[in-house]
């Protein structure tokens, strides 16, 4: 008997699904609270007296009330497209949060502006006063980036314009997702795959069928390409006239400035991992020799090298899950148990569901959902893992402001990938045979190439992208050629074949709320290899300082970050070398176990 449910559970946020009659009345309400807000703050005028500050104060607080309906808006329309894609009320009420989120940013463009007017001795006094002394990184950060912007009236068109302009093209997109299928062949019979079903075969022990699929996969992709071109031209074009109108000149300026970190520490982390990049082509090399084939293909990089591995039942997964949690952190494992157990999760392998996987947070509940197809695959187990860690990231900021909450993506990609690397790294600990072992190694293996070189080729895709998108629209041959430039440098060219159509594929490249969707997840990885190993160290007397590391992430540089619970210094490569290190040494394990 199944132990854990495979299906989430929604009803507990607002009952009825996309026909809920309550979430409707919270839409209903915020909309009102954020005409009255907006209303307000137009009729305010700018504190000339300290005594005047406390109205300030009000706003302030009134904004992070807000802010959490939002963001629990936004997260309950995610969840109802993402189980079924065919939901048309779901998508109705995507437009109207969207309206939502594009009024709110109206709102705190308009507290922006009565920051910056702010004469340099009230703006000092203001970060005095004992109400807002714990947002004074979030408070001095909004008014230096409103500093780099337009002025209120402008970037309130633009975001006014956004809703049908530029997060339109990221609909488009998951609209066309949405409707796509891919055939197969089973048992004798024709079935339809959903492209997250399908993509999950690209995983099989079998090499033909991976082989098949990818052949197929490329075509589906390929059959829409015209489409995808447009949504990511025009999604980019856009993104590109706000930079213009602002003044910046760097692609990057906006990634750098929301994931809160220096371009050098970017740069030195790049430059270390392609300085490593011969140990990994290593493994690539003894791994093709396994699968005896010259080189691995695109679908063979992740595949496992047995036909012999065993599935992982979800109810084992998640029991597993737990229990390496425990020997870390027991909050964190209780945290867990609580999420299968009140039905946090949504698993289930099934048609109508969207590919890929997230964690997504619902600030009124105090709760978050966890969304992945789950088939039983180490990879899978993985994922799982990973999007635990998210969730216990925020269930730890619960308590605190709701500005001094929003932590970047880099950092949210180090809880994930903590919480993978716990249960990774046990499990080839514990694997009962050397066979298993290298199984078990292979699949971190996996894990630390996707980060080192796939991760890098969308990161040179993008950068090169945009470059080209300046000069005007790009074409689906240019796009498939910049895709294969860059898969091919990344991979050092050590693949057999690759995905051309992997721009269209991967919907992180059309994700409109975050450029450059990318690189994070490698500063996710590496850093937490230095808390795993200072972990390591100390045991579960690690935990409560995790806990505060995690707190600081919503308010904190990443350098300053690193410094203060690390001791480290991250514009330097010694840091980034000695993360990669710890990887390179499961690649000489590999190595030995296999040459046996």
């Avoid at 690539?284 to 496992?304: I, Q």
């Amino acid at each position: 008997m199944q132990q854990f449910s495979q299906v989430w559970d929604l009803e507990t946020i607002f009952p009825g699904g996309s026909e809920s009659d309550r979430f409707q009345s919270f839409l209903g309400e915020l909309e009102a609270d954020l005409a009255s807000f907006q209303k307000d703050l137009n009729e305010k005028t700018q504190p000339k007296t300290e005594d005047e500050l406390f109205g300030v104060v009000h706003v302030i607080v009134r904004a992070q009330e807000i802010s959490k309906r939002v963001r629990e808006s936004g997260a309950f329309v995610s969840c109802l497209t993402a189980q079924n894609t065919k939901d048309e009320e779901a998508k109705l009420l995507t437009g109207r949060v969207k309206q939502l989120s594009s009024s709110y940013s109206s709102v705190m463009t308009s507290i922006d502006e009565l920051l910056l007017g702010l004469s340099d001795d009230l703006w000092k006094r203001l970060l005095e006063l004992d109400e807002l002394s714990p947002l004074t990184y979030n408070l001095e950060e909004r008014r230096r980036l409103a500093n780099d912007k337009l002025s209120g009236d402008k970037e309130k068109l633009i975001q006014s314009l956004s809703v049908d302009g530029y997060h339109a093209w990221g609909d488009v997109y998951n609209t066309i997702v949405g409707r796509m299928t891919i055939e197969v062949e089973e048992d004798g019979e024709v079935k339809s795959l959903s492209v997250g079903q399908a993509a999950n075969k690209m995983s099989s022990k079998d090499r033909e069928t991976r082989q098949a699929m990818a052949g197929k996969w490329e075509k589906a992709w390929g059959d829409e390409a015209e489409l995808f071109a447009n949504t990511l031209n025009h999604l980019g074009g856009f993104r590109l006239q706000t930079y213009k109108a602002r003044g910046w000149d760097n692609v990057l300026k906006e990634p750098m400035d929301i994931n809160r970190m220096d371009q050098k520490t970017l740069d030195v982390m790049w430059k270390t991992i392609e300085d490593n990049k011969p140990t990994f082509t290593r493994y690539l090399k003894r791994k093709a020799e396994l699968l005896g084939v010259e080189k691995l293909d695109w679908s063979d990089v992740s595949a496992p090298l047995t036909s012999e591995v065993e599935e992982v039942s979800y109810d084992d997964a998640a029991t597993m899950i737990v229990q390496q949690f425990e020997t870390f952190s027991p909050k964190m494992a209780a945290f867990s148990k609580k999420a299968f157990e009140e039905r946090w999760v949504e698993a289930e392998s099934r048609s109508g569901k969207r590919p890929g996987g997230f964690c997504t947070s619902f600030p009124v509940k105090e709760q978050s959902r966890i969304f992945m197809t789950y088939d039983g695959s180490a990879s899978n187990v993985a994922t799982l893992a990973h999007e635990l860690g998210h969730a216990y990231h925020q269930h730890v900021m619960n308590d605190l402001p709701q500005m001094a909450q929003r932590y970047a993506m880099n950092v949210a990609e180090t809880a994930s990938t903590f919480a993978e690397m716990i249960v990774a790294d046990a499990t080839v600990k514990q694997a009962t045979s050397e066979k298993a072992k290298v199984q078990l190694l292979d699949d971190k293996l996996n894990r630390a190439v996707a980060f080192f070189m796939n991760i890098h080729s969308r990161f040179l895709f993008e950068t090169r992208f945009y470059e080209e998108r300046k000069k005007g629209l790009v074409s689906v041959h240019r796009l498939n050629e910049l895709m294969l430039e860059a898969q091919k440098e990344a991979y050092c060219d050590e693949l057999g074949s690759y995905s051309p159509h992997f721009w269209a594929s991967k919907l992180h490249f059309h994700i409109t709320g975050v450029p450059f969707y990318n690189f994070p997840y490698t500063f996710g990885y590496l850093f937490s290899m230095g808390i795993y190993a200072k972990a390591a160290e100390e045991g579960t007397a690690f935990e409560e300082s995790y806990i505060d590391l995690l707190r600081d992430t919503g308010r904190m540089q990443v350098e300053d970050l690193a410094k203060k619970h690390l001791d480290v210094d991250l514009t330097e490569s010694e840091f980034w070398q000695k993360a990669i290190d710890l990887v390179a040494k499961d690649v000489e394990t590999f190595i030995d176990l296999t040459e046996k």
